[in-house]
């Protein structure tokens, strides 16, 4: 009679799916899981991937019939919400970063401002003030309009997308040292290039405009381009995108937004940079429970990738020789750092696997044959083969 009894709640557990209550992220604060889960069960929520389901259970549906819900379909229905909305979003940016520059300049032109474009290299000329603002106004809003299409449609709770309090502080140090290693591993061929291509993987394509400027325009430009990226950037990334595809797997949404960041450069240049950090940054986010790691670590990475440009462009050849030696000290560094915030007695925040009920190869099916996402992904392999080719 005992081992009777010791069968039947086994095979109540098997036969129930319940996703929302399977996901444990144990490495965040109970308000972060409390606000996700109430995300997730809202039963007016397209976004969000719940199933309950029990063997021998159906829910009637009028017209319908006896309905059994599906996990499978449930997952690919919620996924195909969300990239859809993630394609309009990344759309939108393209749109934003290829033409805003035009509008803004005509709109210049038409107060009165001594303005120009040249379309052959995108380059801005004229009245150096209106230039800075126009550049300005162009990365701000190349990066917000993206945010609030994933903040109005996903409508996922703040203390969720932007938590800012550290759950794991000691995860913020950890961050800094992979950061200055992946920095150092994946710039270090940029030294031995018969082409400069610093220029494009600081500046894009406002280097040339930027070039044309005054020293102190340019000292302006900088120090906003550093801040504005890297806080926006990061409020794109692994905000409100990152933490809706969580419900997918941790390591699925890092690898899902490093190709979102790769789409949103296009450019052959800094392919490498842009995944290998961004892997880090929202591996950073998942394991810390807040954004502020990869905010930092972001800038830091912005900081020393224009110390390396300006010691390319230096009029005197002594700091060119010595770009492979700060190359090395920043690995040596970041190693160290490493290796000090290694603590194998504590118990290290892992990222959760989420169970799928939809194969690897339906997944990616899912995500490149559905919506505007694929669309977007073209036009991304079309900017790159036209820098490669002009």
């Known amino acids: 009679m005992k081992l009777q009894n010791l069968e039947k709640p086994s095979a109540a557990v098997s036969d129930t799916v319940d996703v929302i209550a399977d996901s444990n992220y144990s490495n965040v604060s109970e308000a972060y899981n409390h606000a996700f889960r109430a995300w997730r069960n809202k039963e007016d929520n397209p976004y969000a991937f719940r199933c309950k389901k029990q063997k021998k259970e159906a829910v009637y549906i009028e017209g319908k019939g006896f309905h059994e819900p599906d996990p499978a379909a449930e997952e690919r229905?919620?996924?195909?919400q969300i990239t859809m909305v993630i394609g309009m979003a990344i759309f939108a940016y393209l749109l934003i970063e290829n033409?805003?520059?035009a509008i803004l300049m005509g709109i210049a032109q038409?107060?009165?401002?001594?303005v120009g474009y040249c379309y052959s290299d995108g380059t801005v000329y004229g009245n150096q003030t209106a230039v800075l603002v126009i550049l300005m106004c162009k990365t701000v809003l190349k990066f917000m309009v993206p945010v609030l299409i994933l903040r109005c449609c996903f409508r996922m709770p703040r203390r969720v997308a932007y938590h800012w309090k550290l759950d794991s502080p000691r995860e913020f140090p950890a961050a800094i040292a992979v950061t200055l290693i992946v920095f150092a591993v994946a710039n270090v061929w940029l030294l031995f290039s018969p082409v400069n291509f610093l220029s494009s993987s600081t500046l894009g394509e406002a280097y040339y405009t930027v070039s044309y400027m005054r020293r102190s325009y340019q000292?302006?430009?900088?120090?906003?381009?550093?801040l504005a990226i890297s806080i926006c950037k990061e409020l794109l990334l692994h905000g409100d995108?990152?933490?809706?595809?969580?419900?997918?797997?941790?390591?699925?949404?890092?690898?899902?937004?490093?190709?979102?960041?790769?789409?949103?450069?296009?450019?052959?240049?800094?392919?490498?940079?842009?995944?290998t950090f961004s892997l880090v940054s929202g591996v950073a986010v998942l394991r810390s429970g807040s954004v502020v790691p990869a905010i930092f670590c972001r800038l830091l990475y912005h900081v020393m990738l224009f110390g390396l440009f300006a010691m390319e462009i230096w009029q005197s050849s002594f700091w060119?020789?010595?770009?492979?030696?700060?190359?090395?000290l920043v690995l040596i560094a970041g190693i160290l750092l490493c290796l000090l915030s290694i603590r194998p007695t504590r118990k290290n925040p892992a990222l959760l696997t989420?169970?799928?009920?939809?194969?690897?190869?339906?997944?990616?099916?899912?995500?490149?044959?559905v919506g505007p996402l694929s669309i977007v992904l073209i036009l991304c392999v079309i900017l790159m083969v036209i820098e490669?080719?002009?």
């Open 77 to 80: 229905r919620s996924l195909i």
């Open 99 to 101: 033409l805003l520059t």
């Open 110 to 114: 038409i107060a009165g401002m001594d």
């Open 219 to 226: 000292i302006v430009y900088l120090v906003f381009e550093v």
């Open 241 to 275: 995108m990152l933490h809706v595809l969580r419900q997918f797997g941790d390591w699925d949404a890092v690898i899902l937004t490093a190709v979102v960041a790769v789409c949103l450069s296009h450019s052959c240049t800094t392919i490498l940079m842009e995944l």
């Open 320 to 328: 060119q020789s010595y770009c492979l030696l700060f190359l090395f």
């Open 354 to 369: 989420q169970k799928h009920y939809l194969t690897l190869r339906e997944r990616l099916y899912t995500v490149m044959h």
């Open 388 to 390: 490669v080719i002009f």
